[in-house]
């Protein structure tokens, strides 16, 4: 079973071409308009293990907010598509991860209800051409379109680049746990009987 979403997404502010499989090696293709952001969503891929293909087209004339926001949207859509019925998931999954300096924490629940923890000051309002307030934007996004639990906090903090870096780096390795599989796992790992 590929765990595979092809996903378009038309608005009058972006215009947005995903494909996201859950079960690849680290590729990615992504064109966002933003530099420091793509450099993220690559991490992102690598760190995951996901093959992700991207095209945005945002009208970044006005500012970075639409185009990042709504990608975050339908990655978190493509994401809930991709699980499926979540059978034989582990379903959470977390990770602290190190970039240099700093030091984050990342865990995830799929369990089908948003919800959303951040404790994170960035000391910077601009990562390259990217403003630092989008991060969070951007995983609010994620975690409310995937109906997911996401929790990040930031216990050491430093750079702004190596925070957003351990960030995206840190949600990947906590969600390739999440979707992975467990051959213990014959059903969905809840006592309700549903995720």
């Known amino acids: ?62 500012d970075d907010h639409h185009t990042i926001e709504d990608t975050g949207i339908v990655l978190g859509s493509v994401i809930r598509e991709a699980v499926g019925d979540k059978k034989g998931i582990r379903r959470y999954g977390s990770f602290i991860l190190p970039m240099d300096e700093t030091l984050v924490l990342c865990a995830v629940d799929l369990c089908g209800r948003p919800y959303f923890s951040w404790d994170a000051q960035f000391p910077t309002e601009k990562i390259g051409g990217m403003s630092t307030e989008m991060v969070r934007e951007f995983f609010y996004a994620v975690s409310y379109s995937a109906q997911m639990n996401l929790h ?44």
């Open 1 to 62: 079973m590929i765990r595979e979403v092809l996903a378009q997404r038309n608005t009058k502010e972006t215009q947005i071409q995903m494909k996201l499989n859950l079960d690849g090696t680290g590729v990615s293709d992504i064109s966002t308009g933003i530099g420091f952001f793509d450099h993220m969503l690559e991490g992102f891929t690598r760190h995951g293990l996901f093959d992700l293909q991207l095209r945005v087209q945002g009208d970044l004339q006005v």
């Open 152 to 195: 990040i906090k930031v216990l050491t903090p430093g750079n702004s680049h190596h925070m957003a870096e351990a960030m995206f780096k840190s949600f990947a390795k906590a969600l390739d746990m999440a979707v992975s599989f467990d051959p213990r796992i014959t059903d969905v790992l809840s006592t309700k009987g549903s995720l």
